[in-house]
Nanobody, 120 residues
Framework: QVRLVESGGGLVQAGGSLRLSCAAS????????IGWYRQGSGKQRELVAV???????NYADSVKGRFTISRDNAKNTVYLQMNNLKPDDTAVYYC??????????????WGQGTQVTVST
């Protein structure tokens, strides 16, 4: 079992920055990948950024060059540094972890979400 707790959301003006944090607890050794999804009002949930246990990263095209995902293994925490924020970045941001249960069976865990609002 993995528990994810997000923090760091809020209201920011366009062009500003925010840093989201996701603290993982429980069976963190089983995590394959951990990252961030977001869901805007009336939109589907979409991948924002993900980082693997080996440190490789993947970003949505819409955030490349503006967002950076990183992890602190000692603190079991993953961060999303968001720069040059745009109104289109407004969404609830969810931390997500994919964990290996046994053999090739995996399980997805989600945090409760944190609201990011970017004003014009």
């Amino acid at each position: 079992q993995v528990r994810l707790v997000e923090s760091g959301g809020g209201l920011v003006q366009a062009g500003g920055s925010l840093r989201l944090s996701c603290a993982a607890s429980g069976s963190t050794f089983s995590i394959n990948t951990i990252g961030w999804y977001r869901q805007g009002s009336g939109k589907q949930r979409e991948l924002v950024a993900v980082i693997s246990s080996g440190g490789s990263t993947n970003y949505a095209d819409s955030v490349k060059g503006r967002f950076t995902i990183s992890r602190d293994n000692a603190k079991n925490t993953v961060y999303l540094q968001m720069n040059n924020l745009k109104p289109d970045d407004t969404a609830v941001y969810y931390c997500h972890a994919n964990s290996l249960i046994v053999a090739s069976i995996t399980h997805d865990y989600w945090g409760q979400g944190t609201q990011v609002t970017v004003s014009t």
